[in-house]
């Protein structure tokens, strides 16, 4: 991220208010949980807190074991981006910030099942980040939710236009996201 030149000062409670840029361009939003830390240069880090970003490794064995069992690509994904991915393409998938229909289900708090046949709608499972971008045709959506709060997203999906998903991979991403919510708790 490059330096924005924004000053603020800290009031008599060491309070100090992140400019409404910054919040913006991290996804930050009121009640969201930050991260504050030295680094060893000795700069003060603020940076967005993600409880399913901590449970990295978690969430990996996760994915691998979803992908293992429906066949699918299988995402594990924070508020904003996916932070595990396994099945074909991964690496392409990995880090992408996802899409209206992801924060669809967050929002509602309820599974999804999205089906496109291809082209730009496709890119609201995931973000389209460029014109080789990768697209997810079929998912099922389950957020992960935890103490009330919405904290990510599992999906299981194809990018494939010969294929969709049913009700296995639902309930794959229905149960592995309540593993994962007991996990963040």
């Known amino acids: 991220m490059r330096a924005t030149g924004i000053v603020r000062r800290i009031d008599e409670l060491g309070r100090i208010v992140v400019p409404k840029e910054l919040r913006r361009s991290l996804r930050i939003h009121e009640g969201d949980s930050v991260e504050i830390y030295v680094d ?30 429906s066949g699918d690509v299988a995402l594990i994904c924070d508020r904003d981006t996916v932070v595990a991915a396994s099945g074909p393409h991964k690496e392409e998938l990995l880090g992408r910030r996802v899409g209206r229909a992801v924060e669809k289900a967050m929002v509602e708090k309820q599974a999804l099942m999205v089906h496109f046949s291809g082209g730009g709608d496709a890119s609201s499972i995931l973000a389209n980040e460029g014109p080789d971008s990768i697209a997810m045709i079929s998912a099922a959506i389950a957020p992960i939710i935890a103490d009330g709060d ?36």
């Open 40 to 69: 060893p240069k000795g700069s003060v880090v603020l940076k967005k807190y993600s409880p399913v970003a901590q449970l990295k490794d978690v969430a990996s064995d996760m994915a691998e074991s979803l992908s293992s069992s």
């Open 150 to 185: 919405s904290v990510g997203a599992v999906i299981v999906g194809t990018t494939s236009n010969d294929s969709t998903v049913g009700d296995l991979e639902e309930s794959l991403a229905i149960t592995a996201a309540g593993y994962l919510a007991r996990q963040v708790a």
